[in-house]
């Protein structure tokens, strides 16, 4: 097997397999102490967590696709017409109710966060040569250790916390099923170590960046939604295990590896190139997030003669466009990244 990493062992090591372990470790061993923070300093835990890293990764999309030179000349019709299509579907959706808006939101985020740790896995198995059958499994593993958490969210109404707003997801009250849900569990487990044995034996090798991947996935999302009960623990987990492994991702491939593309300019390098990007990144965040304040939640910012304008029909959907426009997007340009590696080591 050729290297598996996608930049280089202690980078990927450091920025994108290693979070879901740190966080999760963090927030065990602090959970008292954070606890604490979430009461008294309720806007730290938004500021940090859901506007400088969740909102954040979503705008780093930028530098893969709009910020790419020639990019958008070349995809008019998907730049121009997702985002749009975005918004009007949105308008469509708010219009039948915002329960129902934020909840179609909800389930597609679920999707786009599982795809992206079912995208890591494959981008880490390029080079592996390995079995159908282990191919196969890694992805109904992938899918088990984020679904099977999701499953247990929506059999047990008593979790405090939830994704957007309350009552997202369709709730089903089965505590007498939790005992079969943690056997479906383990056996996964089992299932995946033999069948991992087995290849290790048969291929003497083991590919530890896609084991990280999956482990790691594993391990933040029970912690999050199944061990803990915690509203910031679960943002905390979820958020930087999705947000900063993402933004390493864009900022390793379409940043440093190809610093003359970008049509606002190149990035500086080293330790002022990761400033830069985290910089413009986050000032798109806050930006976004204080829109959202001032116009619809006003829970954080507002001003007294915009608070007044009740014209949520309008800015939620606009305000969403870019969330809804990266899940969308997120599933198409790194396909199309794939789809070039490959034509490329077939030629």
Known sequence: MSTPW???????TLFILLPPFLIVGV??????????????????????????????????????????????????????????????LGAVLYALGSKTFWSVLAYLAVFHFIRQQYGFMRLYSRTEHTSLLKRRWDTVMIY?????????????????YTWFTPDDFWRLSLP???????VLYILFWLVHITITFKEYQKFNQINWPKQMIIVGTAISWFT??????SDW?????????????????????????????LIIGQIPKQAIGVITFVIIVCGFAFCEEWLWEVMVWKEHFTFSDLAT???????????????????????????????????????
Not at 6 to 12: E, L
Not at 56 to 71: I, N, Q
Request: hydrophobic share 45%; glycine share 4%; charged share 15%.
């Open 176 to 182: 007498n099923a939790k005992p079969y849900w943690y």
């Open 224 to 229: 999050g939604i199944v061990y803990l009960n």
């Open 233 to 261: 623990a679960f943002t905390a987990i979820n958020v930087v295990s999705h947000g900063v492994p993402y933004m390493a991702l864009v900022y390793f491939n379409e940043i440093k590896s190809k610093p003359n593309e």
């Open 144 to 160: 088990a250790v984020t679904g099977l958490p999701m499953l247990y969210w929506f059999i047990t109404p008593d979790r405090n």
């Open 309 to 347: 304008l009740n014209w949520t029909a309008l800015w939620v959907p606009l305000l969403t466009v870019p969330q809804f426009t990266h899940y969308i997007l997120d599933g198409i340009i790194w396909k199309q990244k794939k789809r070039a590696e490959n034509s490329a080591r077939s030629t």
């Open 27 to 88: 927030v065990l061993l602090c959970q008292p102490f954070f606890s604490h923070l979430e009461d008294k300093y309720e806007f730290v835990n938004w500021l940090v967590f859901i506007v400088f890293i969740d909102v954040a990764h979503v705008y780093a999309t930028l530098f893969k696709t709009y910020w790419v030179s020639g990019e958008v000349g070349k995809h008019r019709l998907r730049y121009w017409g997702i985002p749009l299509g975005c918004f009007v």
């Open 6 to 12: 996608i930049y280089n062992q202690k980078k990927d």
